[in-house]
Nanobody
Framework: QVQLVESGGGLVQAGGSLRLSCAAS????????MGWYRQAPGKQRELVAT???????NYADSVKGRFTISRDTAKNTVYLQMNSLKPDDTAVYYC???????????????WGQGTQVTVSS
């Protein structure tokens, strides 16, 4: 099985920073794209940022210039550095990874359990 475990969420004042981490473990042969999504109360889950194996990053317009996604391929870990946080960034943040399990030839999406980020005004 494959597990994604997030950490780093919390409560921060507007203008502050947080760094999220997500480590994938289990019977992993390779990981393609890794990313972060978020879901605020009463809203649909939305993409925040993704990063490919070649470290090409993609960001939602709402976080460009404030958030930075990175990954450590050797550790199967993805990070999200969040700066200049705003109350609108308040949400549960979910890690996502496209994983090929050992012995298989195809990739499947896996999700973490989510970590709460709350930005106070």
């Amino acid at each position: 099985q494959v597990q994604l475990v997030e950490s780093g969420g919390g409560l921060v004042q507007a203008g502050g920073s947080l760094r999220l981490s997500c480590a994938a473990s289990g019977s992993i042969a390779s990981i393609r794209t890794m990313g972060w999504y978020r879901q605020a109360p009463g809203k649909q889950r939305e993409l925040v940022a993704t990063v490919t194996t070649g470290t090409r990053a993609n960001y939602a317009d709402s976080v460009k210039g404030r958030f930075t996604i990175s990954r450590d391929t050797a550790k199967n870990t993805v990070y999200l550095q969040m700066n200049s946080l705003k109350p609108d960034d308040t949400a549960v943040y979910y890690c996502n990874a496209d994983v090929r399990r050992a012995g298989l030839t195809f990739y499947l999406p896996y999700w973490g359990q989510g970590t709460q980020v709350t930005v106070s005004s």
